[in-house]
Structure formats: structure tokens, C-alpha cells
């Protein structure tokens, strides 16, 4: 089964860039599409990239995807800072025995 | 719009059985996966179980197989959970979500669009 890790925190101030990794045990970072989720308190989770680089329309071009194949990992990366990007991240992808699989999640602050 | 409801969730004994429903509108039901994830109180997200379009392809959680069966009605819009001999590590807010695509690989296990969730307590 694979397994996707994730830093539990990420503090920063507003304006500045953070960058979230979502590391694959497991399996190939290429090989199945990752996506990831926003989650603000009390609310559902929403899409903020799919396939590894999409914006769903609505979500702003301050958030982009990327992998590394060297490192396989997948990152979230957010420039621009504002404090609603407060919340919750979480990266999500599955296995090649169809079963899904969430990162841990990493709780963004803006300081 | 779409608009995923789910019901069902409440006080449960340890061992006892329930369902868990999902009503879907505002698209065509039966072209996309459906799936259900879990959020233990104060935790994170658990993919628990995903269904493809037409019922034929399905899998589960380890930490679900064989107990919990998903199913789904593409006459009603409708998925369900029945879930069978629940533990206390099961108690957690239930989320309906749409895959993206029909199938279990790909962009069906892209969670496009989710519910408000059913809250299930597992307790004695």
C-alpha cells in the first residue's frame, strides 16, 4: 500500500510563499495522479490542484503543483500569503491496488 | 448545482450495524465514481470505500474490508454505506464525494465535490 507523508505545520507571514511536500512511499509520483485539498474549519474539504498541476477554476494562480521524481514527492506551493489560506492541506492520491490514500494533512498559519 | 446529502449517521453501540445514504442532483449520477471519506473527530482525512459508475468495480479501506459494503442506485441518485460490526476508531463525520471520472483510477479518484457529512458516534 502506498503511504503519503506530509509536514504537520507550515507558519508564515502574509504576503511570503510557503511550500507543503507530500512525500510517496510505495509508488511512483508520475504514475497516478495526486491531487490536493484546502480545508478550513467546519467546512468540507475542496479541490485546490488535481493531477498534480490543475487549478480548479475559481481557486487563485497564487496556489501551484509540482513533483519532484528525484525526491518522489509532490509539493503545494502558495505565494502571496493571505490570512484565508488559513487551514488545513492535505494531499490525496491512490495506489495501483485502487484503494485511495490522504496525506496526514499540514495546518497553515499565517502569522 | 451539485448538491451531495448525506443521512443516516447517529448513536451506534459497539458491534451494531448502520447505513449511511447520499442523495446527489444537479448531475448525471451515473457518470462518475462516488466515494466515501471519513474525518475522525480532531483528525484527518480516510478514504474509506469508492464505487465506480455502474457498481461493477469497488474497493475498500483495509481498515474497512469486510465490514462496511458500499452500493449505489443510479435509478435514485443514490449511494450508500452499510457499515457491520463498528469499533469506536470508526466514529468519525462521513463525507459523500463525487469522483471526477467514472472509474477507480485517474480522475475518478479526484474527490470533486463533497457534502456537509453525517456524523457517526460509536459508543456504549
Known amino acids: 500500500n502506498i503511504m503519503l507523508t506530509q509536514p504537520p505545520s507550515v507558519s508564515e507571514s502574509p504576503g511570503k510563499t510557503i511550500t507543503i511536500s507530500c512525500t510517496l512511499r510505495g509508488g511512483n509520483i508520475a504514475g497516478n495522479f495526486l491531487q490536493w485539498y484546502q480545508q478550513r474549519p467546519g467546512s468540507s474539504p475542496t479541490t485546490v490542484i488535481f493531477?498534480?498541476?490543475?487549478?480548479p477554476s475559481g481557486v487563485p494562480d497564487r496556489f501551484s503543483g509540482s513533483i519532484d521524481r528525484q525526491s518522489n514527492s509532490a509539493s503545494l506551493t502558495i505565494s502571496g500569503l493571505r490570512t484565508e489560506d488559513e487551514g488545513y492541506y492535505y494531499c490525496q492520491s491512490y495506489g495501483d491496488n485502487i484503494k485511495g490514500v490522504f496525506g496526514g494533512g499540514t495546518k497553515v498559519t499565517v502569522l | 448545482e451539485v448538491q451531495l446529502v448525506e443521512s443516516g449517521g447517529g448513536l451506534v453501540q459497539p458491534g451494531r450495524s448502520l447505513r449511511l445514504s447520499c442523495v446527489a442532483s444537479g448531475f448525471t449520477f451515473d457518470d462518475h465514481s462516488m466515494h466515501w471519506v471519513r474525518q475522525a473527530p480532531g483528525k484527518g482525512l480516510e478514504w474509506v470505500s469508492g464505487?465506480?459508475?455502474?457498481?461493477?468495480?469497488?474497493a475498500y479501506a483495509d481498515s474497512v474490508q469486510g465490514r462496511f459494503i458500499i452500493s449505489r442506485d443510479n435509478a435514485k441518485n443514490s449511494l450508500s454505506l452499510q457499515m457491520n460490526s463498528l469499533r469506536a476508531e470508526d466514529m468519525a463525520l462521513y463525507y459523500c464525494t463525487r469522483g471526477a471520472g467514472t472509474n477507480l483510477v485517474g480522475e475518478g479518484y479526484h474527490f470533486d465535490n463533497w457534502g456537509q457529512g453525517t456524523l457517526v458516534t460509536v459508543s456504549s
Open positions: 464505487i465506480s459508475w455502474n457498481g461493477n468495480v469497488i
Open positions: 493531477e498534480h498541476y490543475h487549478r
